[in-house]
């Protein structure tokens, strides 16, 4: 069948890409790679892959491209979902006679509940559906594919059996000819990675349990199958031949030093080579493993501190002890190797005291730079179960964002608000960035750098404009 692989056109400036765990508009514009359908597209023979939002695509030129095809393929998410199924259904009405299948975490956990609100899907993909994909690209009869959720000839829902995890990642092919076939690698940026930048996976699980995380608890699971050294190296080789221009490399696995050992092998495949490198690491990586990263090309680690409360922290079932997250940030500090620190604000047991606590943290361990979220319990989580169960979670806030796309705070307390935890977001980040040395380091910056200049006046100018939108809402 002729497939095409979608990230289908939303909200102006929605980073719902499938490699984004939140999917929300950004304080800064921001576009993650769509690394969950760049996959299944490698196995595809001469699919199409379109990610909409960051190439700035309407709705005319993916339905002339859905009316090429056999297939659609959708990326979805709880957020995005009611849009994506009026983007489904519009491709129907071009062409009735087109499949269309979504897949993602939402559909993971919630694929009767997905079929039955949404009439137009055909089918929809559980957990790991790389090869799920392929089989029905293949022309696969629905009832022999593994993994799916789809409805019969009477409209009956049927759920296939569990899809087995793939276990030699190796397995699968490289996701970089995707993205030089079918993405212009410029339209994706972040604000802490530089410009441009190539994003991939070279594993897939994650060994904590986090209540709040959502790839490992809906598709990735929570053992860590990895990628060989030899493979990764390999993959950014031909990327380095395939994008000259890329000027930094970052590893999307949950947590890429989960393995040390593996984590310092491939540092010096990539040292070898001479790239800058980032990837997503924990608060408690040793000095000495930090050191080696550093000299092959670690430049940055994107690190999930969420909270600066202990008490959070186990509520949560982080794994990571202030004391040590503090002397980690230290080593990173001395190293020269730059953090980009994710906080959760609205997790269970936080309130008004403990966001204060959080912000003293923040402020005292002064990563590079930082990014603060709402807790958004998305079905699948444990989170969400106990957001549930306890009456955390208002129905009406259950989509996680507003109608421009905004991230909302989905969650409130007996002794904290809805509207205490949203605005509580915007006071985190004027703390933390309107200090005279975090302005002196960011003034720095922009004198010795005129290309970095220009891009911290335009995040400056978008991030005032998202302040507005967020005070509008």
């Known amino acids: 069948m002729k497939t095409l692989f979608l990230q289908p056109p939303s909200f102006d400036g929605f980073d719902g890409g499938a ?58 998410s709880t957020p995005s979902f009611a849009s994506d199924v009026k983007v489904a259904q519009a491709l129907k009405d071009a062409k009735p006679s087109l499949k269309i299948g979504l897949v993602g975490a939402k559909v993971a956990v919630q694929p009767n509940e997905s079929l039955e609100r949404a009439p137009v899907i055909d089918f929809v993909a559980r957990n790991e559906f790389d090869f799920t994909i392929k089989e029905i690209a293949d022309g696969r009869d629905f009832k022999d594919v593994d993994g799916i959720s789809f409805r019969d000839a009477n409209g009956t829902i049927v759920h296939n059996r569990e899809r087995a995890m793939i276990e030699n990642m190796d397995s699968l092919p490289f996701v970089t000819p995707v993205y030089h076939r079918n993405l212009r690698i410029e339209d994706y940026f972040i604000g802490y990675l530089m410009h441009p930048y190539i994003s991939i996976y070279t594993g897939r699980g994650c060994k904590s349990r986090c209540t709040f995380c959502l790839w490992p608890q809906t598709v990735g699971g929570h053992r860590y199958r990895t990628r060989s050294p030899q493979h990764v190296a390999e993959e950014i080789r031909l990327a380095k ?36 490198w980032s990837c997503n690491a924990k608060a408690n990586v040793p000095r000495e493993t930090l050191k080696v ?181």
């Not at 939140?22 to 023979?45: C, D, G, M, N």
């Not at 199409?48 to 309407?58: E, K, N, T």
């Not at 593996?262 to 080579?273: N, P």
Request: aromatic share 10%.
């Open 293 to 473: 990263l550093r000299d092959n090309g670690l430049r940055l680690l994107l690190v999930g501190y969420e909270s600066g409360n202990q008490q959070i922290l186990h509520n949560i079932k982080k794994g990571m002890r202030i004391e040590v997250a503090k002397q980690f940030t230290k080593d990173c500090h001395d190293l020269g190797i730059k953090i980009h620190g994710t906080f959760i604000l609205g997790l269970p047991g936080e309130t008004k005291e403990t966001i204060q606590e959080t912000i003293r943290f923040a402020t005292e361990i002064n990563p590079h730079t930082l990014q603060v979220s709402l807790a958004a319990p998305y079905p699948g989580t444990f989170l969400h179960k106990q957001a549930t169960e306890n009456g955390w979670l208002d129905a009406s806030n259950a989509e996680l964002i507003d109608e421009h796309g905004i991230q909302i705070a989905p969650l409130h307390y007996p002794h904290l608000s809805h509207t205490e935890i949203f605005d509580s977001v915007e006071t985190f980040y004027r703390k933390f960035y309107f200090r005279a040395p975090k302005i002196a380091s960011i003034v720095n910056e922009m004198v010795r750098s005129p290309q970095m200049m220009k891009r911290r006046l335009r995040e400056g100018v978008e991030f005032f404009h998202f302040l507005r939108e967020r005070s509008a809402a």
């Open 241 to 276: 031949t395939l994008f000259p221009q890329v000027r930094e490399f970052f590893f999307d696995d949950d947590t890429f030093t989960d393995d040390l050992p593996r984590a310092e092998a491939i540092a010096r495949e990539l040292g070898k080579m001479g790239v800058t």
């Open 19 to 76: 490699g984004s765990r939140y999917q929300a508009k950004r304080e800064i514009k921001s576009f993650w790679y769509p690394t969950w359908l760049a996959q299944p597209a490698a196995l595809v023979k001469d699919s199409v892959l379109i990610d909409a939002p960051p190439a700035r695509l309407g709705m005319e030129p993916v339905i002339k491209a859905a009316k090429d095809s056999d297939l659609v393929v959708m990326h979805t």
